[in-house]
């Protein structure tokens, strides 16, 4: 994870999301040791969809 730090904003907060939220969890409070203000999704992937917010899906993920 120590890589890729210098790639977030340290202006704003960063949300991490896995797919049942307890790898996300763990990642932010990695995260806020490290300065950052992180945020779990609560309920992870999952949880987001039941709220009926989007999620894409496939291969061009990224470019949505």
């Known amino acids: 994870m120590g890589a890729h730090l210098a ?3 340290a ?3 960063v949300y991490v999301i896995c797919a049942s939220g307890n ?12 300065g950052f203000h992180a945020v779990s999704v609560a309920g992870g ?3 987001w969809a039941r709220t009926g917010r989007p999620v894409v899906r496939g291969t061009d993920a990224r470019a949505a």
């Open 11 to 13: 202006d704003r907060p």
């Open 7 to 9: 790639a977030l904003p």
């Open 23 to 34: 790898r996300s969890a763990w990642a932010a409070a990695h995260l806020e040791a490290a």
């Open 45 to 47: 992937t999952s949880g």
